[in-house]
């Protein structure tokens, strides 16, 4: 599933001065293409959020049981919310979670889980990190329409393994960058120093802790912000 053709000695050195990199064609072509079918047309979404302080995750039954005025109520305290704390909201499917329990069968993203924790995928980020610590990979899929957005965090608290890097993986086609969706990266001023467009079958790689957003995605955007998230652990 990872591109062969690709380079990790030459990717760490763009690596290294910065902490950051985006990696173009992770996938083969063959593996891109299925990964984006299975998130536009198999996954069922969750709606995940942080709301009164607290992160919150409603399954597909819950949210269509929800009338529309509760939901959009629900929203506009996210919105609310976000504008003093840290807050987010956007659709998420927990892949691990899956993994195990099978809960849904036959989802491609099982494989593609597979070949994230595969040791050949866990050397390939230790070359490029330079961090031989990396033992682990965790993965949700996740997907931001009009409305969702992640605010400043940088990832470093966490209750369990320790994060040595976080990715991003890729499956927008046609995205644009008046749609919002963008991988922000900020400086201790809070001003944006870079920032990565979700491009289709890319890798956003970055160091632990760096502070960073997702810019809130617009009503206009033409189409769902589709990806693979986590973090690669001790």
Known sequence: MLNPDLDPARLAQDFKPQGRLQIADIFTAEAAAE???CLANDVPWNFACRLDGRDQLYSPEQLAAMPPAERLQMGQRILEQARAEFAF?????????NYRSRRVSNLFLDTVLEALAHPAFIEFARQVTGDNTINKVDAQATRYTAGHFLNLHDD???DGAERRAAYVLNFSKDWRAEWGGLLQFLDGGGKVIDSYMPRFNSLSLFAVPTPHVVSYVVPFAGAPR????????V
């Open 35 to 37: 990964t984006h079918r």
């Open 89 to 97: 909201g956007f659709m998420s499917f927990p892949m691990v979670e």
């Open 156 to 158: 470093a608290e966490y």
């Open 226 to 233: 589709l990806s693979i998230t986590g973090w690669f652990t």
